[in-house]
């Protein structure tokens, strides 16, 4: 069972109805966190109805209410749902596209991370849970969304990688390789939107983006000396999401969007 954070009382006027997205209907599964406040925020400043999800219903109202509220008001909703659960995932997706009629992007946020002095310090306790954060749950998103965002003119999955994924270190052994297996997922449904296409080419894509890893204003608080050197800000990251819609699928579909240096 999920809940829904829905709009109260007579629903606002999207005042960025002429905004890159408008029209568009996108969710954004881990809405909760830093990442999903920016992201939420963006997408609604561009005119699109957005739909997150979190397992933290405290963090997702704030994240709805930011977002609704950034300017004036936007068509923002929530709900807490169980993305490791594939039938709770689909059925989140099946409401969704009942509701508003179409699905045009799901954007994937989900994050964890687990870490060792060294390589030999590995704890398979930190597999036991990244590989559930971080694969898992883009097995379950992308499952669920692949029909309606096949059905959509401009639909797009799009996924947040680490520079890691390509170059794992020692002490991130689990970390990088949920990364990895995250990516190469994608790139699977990435090839079935290039499938289905045929000789027109994609109509809908799947794209990852790549960082070394993220930065906000909290972090910065907490550590006012800190460089953060080749960090992506989530404001950046937000914008960059954005950007995935702009460009045609074939261009974006299957392919790694570097935020940061390759490694």
Do not use: C
């Not at 979190?54 to 300017?71: H, K, Q």
Request: hydrophobic share 45%; aromatic share 6%; proline share 3%.
């Amino acid at each position: 069972m999920s809940d829904r954070v829905h709009n109260t009382g007579q629903e606002r006027k999207n005042v960025a109805n002429n905004g890159s997205l408008s029209g568009a209907v996108i969710a954004v599964a881990g809405a909760g966190g830093p990442a999903g406040h920016a992201t939420l925020v963006r997408l609604a400043e561009a005119g699109a109805v957005v739909v997150g999800a979190d397992n933290n219903p405290e963090r997702l109202a704030e994240a709805v209410d930011a977002a609704r509220y950034a300017r004036g008001g936007a068509t923002v909703t929530g709900e807490t749902v169980d993305l490791l659960d594939l039938a709770d995932t689909r059925a989140w997706a099946a409401r969704i596209e009942k509701d508003h009629g179409r699905i045009d992007g799901l954007v994937h946020l989900v994050g964890g991370w687990r870490g060792s002095a060294t390589f030999a310090d590995t704890d398979l306790a930190d597999w036991e849970l990244l590989e559930k954060l971080l694969v898992r749950t883009v097995q379950h998103t992308s499952l669920a969304f692949f029909d309606a965002l096949q059905r959509s003119d401009r639909g797009r999955y799009v996924l947040t990688s680490a520079a890691g994924a390509a170059k794992p270190t020692a002490g991130n052994a689990a970390y990088s390789a949920a990364k990895a297996a995250a990516e190469a997922w994608t790139l699977a449904m990435a090839d079935g939107f290039r499938k289905a296409g045929g000789e027109e080419g994609p109509r809908s894509a799947a794209a990852i983006l790549v960082v070394k890893a993220l930065v906000h204003d909290a972090m910065r608080a907490e550590r006012p000396n800190a460089k953060f050197a080749g960090f992506t800000d989530v404001k950046d990251l937000a914008e960059a999401i954005e950007g995935v819609w702009s460009k045609p699928a074939a261009e974006v579909n299957g392919n790694r969007l570097w935020l940061t240096e390759k490694p």
